[in-house]
């Protein structure tokens, strides 16, 4: 059972930065993969970034170069960086953890636990 809790969303001007937290609280000791997904209204849920339990990391193409993923081990906390904010980056950001397997797919399906999700709000 890992439960994930999010933090550190709100609202800043296009080219702005914040840092998403997410804090897991597991009996689990094996690194299992993690990503941030997101959801704009009216759209789909989005893979953002995933990082495996090695530490690879995936990206999409729409926040390649702008954001970066991270994980402190010893805190059990997973980060997301995002830089040059744009208003296409409007959303709920989701933090999200695989049951099993090594690989970090930006796929929701794969993912069996989620945060409650952290609202970023990028104006022009």
């Known amino acids: 059972q890992v439960q994930l809790v999010e933090s550190g969303g709100g609202s800043v001007q296009a080219g702005g930065s914040l840092k998403l937290s997410c804090a897991a609280s597991?009996?689990?000791?094996?690194?299992?993969?993690m990503a941030w997904f997101r959801q704009a209204p009216g759209k789909e849920r989005e893979g953002v970034a995933s990082?495996?339990?090695?530490?690879?990391?995936v990206y999409a193409d729409s926040v390649k170069g702008r954001f970066t993923i991270s994980k402190d081990n010893a805190k059990n906390t997973l980060y997301l960086q995002m830089n040059s904010l744009k208003p296409e980056d409007t959303a709920i950001y989701y933090c999200?953890?695989?049951?099993?397997?090594?690989?970090?797919?930006?796929?929701?399906?794969?993912?069996?636990?989620w945060g409650q999700g952290t609202q970023v709000t990028v104006s022009s």
């Open positions: 999200a953890a695989r049951n099993d397997g090594w690989y970090a797919p930006l796929v929701s399906a794969e993912y069996t636990y």
């Open positions: 597991t009996t689990r000791r094996n690194k299992y993969p």
């Open positions: 990082m495996t339990g090695s530490g690879a990391t």
